[in-house]
């Protein structure tokens, strides 16, 4: 939820509530089962990035929750990978 005064430049009550919910977002992410994933959530402006790589589409799922609980009324863009590092199930074919 949004208040008037929320948003503003850096420094500004609104910027300070913003970093606010920003470094209460990383707390939770890394104190959690998922501590240990490389995601890194940015304040930009008005704006929060979340970028990173993740081992599961369930992870993903996860911190996308997480996200929208703790930065609900805010404009939030999602830019997490999922990465499969298991190994291939059939050879490679360099023809």
Known sequence: MTHPGDRGVSGTPGAQHLDYR????????AGGPLGELGVR???HGDAVLVTGCVP??????DIRRIVREELA????????MVTDASSPDHAEDLT
């Open 41 to 43: 959530v940015e304040a």
């Open 22 to 29: 920003v470094a209460h977002l990383r707390d939770r992410l």
């Open 73 to 80: 009324g805010l404009v939030v863009h999602c830019d997490i």
């Open 56 to 61: 599961s589409a369930r992870c993903r799922d």
